[in-house]
């Protein structure tokens, strides 16, 4: 599609408002155009996991000295400039190894980890509307 009568899908997830012609991907790298809507490219698409200590996470004086598992995937809307995780975040599908997970995949591993001391499941590493 080209031009300027090419119809294009406004993504309505975050204030970039992306207008994106059919294929193309937001500022985010994590949504795309496909018939005609804004979807979600990187669901269940995992660049990140990891069992980390909950101190870690934004949570002041929640469970301290417990775990959560950690996943991230790829896209980010924010370029924030002291990201430590902008190497994944702010990538897209091409630009960094991703391996497929669903979310029942996630949660097996999450219980699976709670004798390690897991007591969840944290999506991180990027902005979390990005795979909403």
Known sequence: MGG???RRATCAICPH???LAEGQTGLCH????????????NYGRVTA??????EKKPLAR????????????????LRCPFCQNASIACAGESD???REMMPAELVELAVSLMPEG?????????EPLVGF
Not at 49 to 54: F, N, R, S, V
Not at 62 to 77: Q, T
């Open 4 to 6: 300027l009568g090419a």
């Open 17 to 19: 408002a992306c207008q």
């Open 30 to 41: 994590g949504r795309v155009a496909v018939g005609g809507e804004v979807v979600d490219a």
């Open 49 to 54: 996991l990891a069992l980390d200590p909950i």
């Open 62 to 77: 929640f469970r301290p000295g417990s775990k959560v598992l950690s996943v991230g995937s790829y896209g980010c809307n």
């Open 96 to 98: 960094v190894p991703w």
């Open 118 to 126: 897991n007591i969840g499941l944290a999506f991180t590493y990027n």
